[in-house]
């Protein structure tokens, strides 16, 4: 079982950067493919970016290309989220997801979901 602990998240403006974290639990997370996800309120949960087990690949949504980056520690079992040039519209819930194949886009290839971290970018 892999649980995963997100952290991080908080109150910010418009412009400024915030730094999200995950923490997985279990001899696993080597093996496994990291995603973020965030969810608005009233909105779908959608995909934000997603990195390999190794770290070489990265795969973003098209819209966060360039103001967000996605990066992992094997060591310290943690998955990172460096959000820049935040903007109101992302203010949501942000979840950490494991999956055991893919770091791709669809949320169905997660196994394991964290309990997600508001995010709240002020205007």
């Known amino acids: 079982q892999v649980q995963l602990v997100e952290s991080g998240g908080g109150l910010v403006q418009a412009g400024g950067s915030l730094r999200l974290s995950c923490l997985s639990s279990g001899r696993t997370f080597s093996r496994n493919a990291m995603g973020w996800f965030r969810q608005a309120p009233g909105k779908e949960r959608e995909f934000v970016a997603g990195?390999?087990?190794?770290?070489?690949?990265?795969t973003y949504a098209d819209s966060l290309k360039g103001r967000f980056t996605i990066s992992r520690d094997n060591a310290k079992n943690t998955v990172y989220l460096q959000m820049n040039s935040l903007k109101p519209e992302d203010t949501a819930v942000y979840y950490c997801?494991?999956?055991?194949?893919?770091?791709?886009?669809?949320?169905?290839?997660?196994?394991?979901w964290g309990q997600g971290t508001q995010v709240t970018v002020s205007s």
């Open positions: 990195i390999s087990w190794n770290s070489g690949s990265t």
């Open positions: 997801a494991a999956s055991k194949v893919s770091s791709g886009s669809y949320y169905r290839v997660y196994d394991y």
